[in-house]
Structures are given as structure tokens and as C-alpha cells.
């Protein structure tokens, strides 16, 4: 296991856009699969968006289908969760984790419990 640091919290306005980061020293983030998890205030933290370690399609949570996306720069090392179109329910801490890529049939898997290395989590609000 090892620590990941996300970075780039903030308040946003509904319909608002942010970028949070995520990234690792000591280990490459491209050998694992990453996930952005959130955890609203209180309700339990749930996985949003899971990437693999290669090439392949990424699982979304349907509540952000279409308005979030992730990606990866490989040469910094770092993953990125792009927000656009942000509601309010979009509220809480964001949290990065990585693990090895597990499968149910094609679809990654985006549960915490395959993911064993976590970030302290950013905050992100949005609020008008």
C-alpha cells in the first residue's frame, strides 16, 4: 500500500466546472487501476468513476454519466477527475484510491473493496 494526495478542492456553482488531482510519489499510478470515490455528508462514500492500468473503458456511476470524466498524464504521474455540469448532490469529499484491475466479466469493478491505497480526500461544494 502506499499514499496518494488529491488536490484542487473548491467551491463551485451549480452548472460549474472543477478538476481535482490525484497523485502518488515512489509508485506508478499507470500500473494500477484508480478510482475517484465520494462520500457525501452522510451517506456512505461511493465509487463515481474507475479507470484500469490499461487501455480499457472506464465505469462511471450513472449520476455522473455524461457530465464526468477521468484521465491520466502518465509523464506527471497524476489522474484527474474532470467535473462539469456540477449539482449540488455532487457535494462532498473526494477521495482517490488505486488497486489491481478486478473484473465481473468485461466491467472493472469500482467498489472500494478492491482498492487498497487512499488519499486523504479534497472537498469539493457546490453552492450558488
Known amino acids: 500500500q502506499f499514499q496518494l494526495v488529491e488536490s484542487g478542492e473548491g467551491l463551485v456553482q451549480p452548472g460549474g466546472s472543477l478538476r481535482i488531482s490525484c497523485a502518488a510519489s515512489?509508485?506508478?499510478?499507470?500500473?494500477?487501476?484508480i478510482g475517484w470515490f465520494r462520500q457525501a455528508p452522510g451517506k456512505e462514500r461511493e465509487g463515481i468513476i474507475c479507470?484500469?492500468?490499461?487501455?480499457?473503458?472506464?465505469e462511471y456511476l450513472d449520476s455522473v454519466k455524461g457530465r464526468f470524466t477521468i484521465s491520466r498524464d502518465n509523464a506527471k504521474n497524476t489522474v484527474y477527475l474532470h467535473m462539469n455540469s456540477l449539482k449540488p448532490e455532487d457535494t462532498g469529499v473526494y477521495h482517490c484510491?488505486?488497486?489491481?484491475?478486478?473484473?465481473?466479466?468485461?466491467?472493472?469493478?469500482?467498489?472500494?473493496?478492491?482498492?487498497?491505497?487512499w488519499g486523504q480526500g479534497t472537498h469539493v461544494t457546490v453552492s450558488s
Open positions: 479507470i484500469p492500468s490499461s487501455d480499457g473503458n472506464p
Open positions: 484510491a488505486a488497486g489491481e484491475d478486478t473484473y465481473g466479466g468485461s466491467r472493472l469493478r469500482c467498489s472500494s473493496i478492491y482498492f487498497g491505497s
Open positions: 515512489g509508485v506508478r499510478l499507470d500500473d494500477y487501476a
